[in-house]
């Protein structure tokens, strides 16, 4: 293993029951509360009216912030920092899935930050040192995994880039995760979100060093899991075993202990990222897209790892195949998955329909160096040309 630090400073209570068992206890230090959410799915689902009782209950004085989209905006942060500041809140608390926990968190910054968050942070990858306002969040969608980490994927619509950037100090105090709570998802988002995970587990899974290593091993079983759970809750949405290991798995894949002893680049995230800048997509559907196209690229000079994801994970016997035959048909596997799940296989199924918006998308597009094989801008658009 290389050398790593690790500390996760967020506080879970898992389970059925837990918002009512532990929420008053965990805002017992505070008195204005700024409740964060979407687009009214907590209204449908009533988790609204639980909090909302609870809130009351304990003599809280909430000030509501709600309308944050999927794909939050750098616009949306503002309009929640100027509100979280006029209201003197002493703590965010978010009800969502990625999009409101990330939009949470990017407020949690701006609010208390003097300058310009998104040139200091987001735009590149500064150094800032101060502590947000507290956060905590209630779990409703299992996917992002946005729950136990300090990232935070933010749009700005004016320079159209979508990126993300972790800041430990902007990791919820705590997250309340009921299971529960996410079966009132669309199928279309908790087969996307449940793509968003494995996409997770798969890009730190194929970061290197490729040697063996417990996050690797660790990143095997998960990925083993996911392909299970999502299956088991295609079939019955309600299989609360399913969905409550969803969840987990979906925390697991982003609380960093997947990327302990590798440089994490997230290839396909950095693409899909400036995919969804341009069109608006659903993220993990975005992601469905792209990966197998990815893999297919480089699973040749990568063939060792994709031989062992095709046994290892896809159950697939070496029989007589070369490393590079078992490599190919261990991406086949993945794209047949992807199939099977009815996620897009194609740029026009997001609905991008205009060709000429390919070299304009992959020339926005900046991968990490040093942490997966090299793609230039030029292979970008080949890439997203592939997968038109
Ligand atoms: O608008 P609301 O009411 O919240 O409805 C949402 C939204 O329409 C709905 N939904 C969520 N929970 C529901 C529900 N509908 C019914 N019942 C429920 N229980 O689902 C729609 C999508 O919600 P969203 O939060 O956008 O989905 P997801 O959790 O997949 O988050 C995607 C966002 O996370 C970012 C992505 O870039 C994207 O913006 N990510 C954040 C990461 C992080 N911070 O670590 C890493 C990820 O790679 C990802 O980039
Ligand atoms: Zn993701």
Redo the contacts with the bound molecule.
């Keep these: 293993m290389q050398n790593f630090i690790f500390q996760n400073a967020t506080k879970v209570y898992f389970g059925k029951g837990c918002v009512k068992e532990y929420l008053a206890c965990l805002l017992r230090g505070s008195q204005r509360v700024l409740l964060a959410?979407?687009?009214?799915?907590?209204k449908?689902?009533g988790?609204y009216g639980q909090v909302m009782g609870i809130l009351s209950a304990a003599g809280k004085t909430v000030v509501e912030f709600a309308g944050?989209?999927?794909?939050?905006t750098y616009a949306k942060v503002q309009q929640g920092a100027a509100l979280a500041r006029e209201e003197k809140v002493d703590i965010i608390l978010g009800?969502?899935?990625?999009?409101?926990?990330?939009c949470c968190?990017a407020v949690a910054m701006a609010a208390v930050y003097p300058g310009d968050i998104w040139d200091d942070f987001w735009a590149r990858p500064g150094v800032v040192d101060f502590e947000p306002l507290p956060l905590g969040v209630i779990v409703?969608?299992?996917?992002?995994?946005?729950e136990m980490?300090g990232?935070?994927?933010i749009?700005n619509e004016e320079k159209k880039i979508?990126t993300?950037r972790?800041y430990p100090a902007c990791n919820p105090r705590f997250a309340l995760m009921d299971p529960t709570?996410?079966?009132?998802?669309?199928k279309e988002?908790m087969v996307?979100?449940g793509f968003?995970i494995l996409?997770?587990i798969m890009e730190a899974y194929f970061s290197w060093p490729d040697e063996d290593n417990v996050s690797d091993d660790i990143a095997e079983a998960l990925m083993q899991g996911v392909i299970r759970d999502l299956r088991a809750s295609v079939k019955d949405p309600q299989d609360y075993t399913a969905r409550s290991n969803l969840m987990w798995e979906s925390a697991m894949a982003?609380n960093r202990i997947l990327k302990l002893g590798k440089r994490c680049g997230?290839p396909c995230?950095q693409i899909?990222?400036q995919l969804?800048a341009y069109t608006g997509c659903?993220?993990?559907q975005g992601l469905a897209v792209l990966h197998p196209a990815y893999y297919r690229r480089i699973c040749g000079p990568e063939k060792q790892k994709f031989a062992r994801f095709a046994t290892r994970v896809w159950g697939i016997p070496a029989g007589g195949k070369s490393e590079e035959e078992l490599a190919h048909v261990g991406v086949e596997a993945l794209a047949g998955f992807i199939q099977e799940l009815g996620l897009p296989t194609t740029l026009r199924q997001l609905g991008l329909a205009d060709a000429k918006m390919l070299p304009v998308i992959a020339d926005s597009c900046n991968l990490e160096p040093a942490s997966c094989p090299k793609i230039t801008k030029e292979e970008i658009l080949t890439l997203l040309q592939a997968c038109f």
Excluded: M, R, W
């Design positions: 959410y979407g687009g009214g799915s907590i449908a689902n988790v944050i989209c999927p794909n939050p009800i969502g899935g990625g999009s409101v926990i990330d968190k409703t969608a299992a996917g992002a995994g946005s980490n990232g935070a994927v749009t979508k993300g972790d709570y996410t079966l009132s998802l669309p988002q996307s979100g968003d996409s997770h982003e997230f995230h899909e990222h969804g659903n993220h993990g």
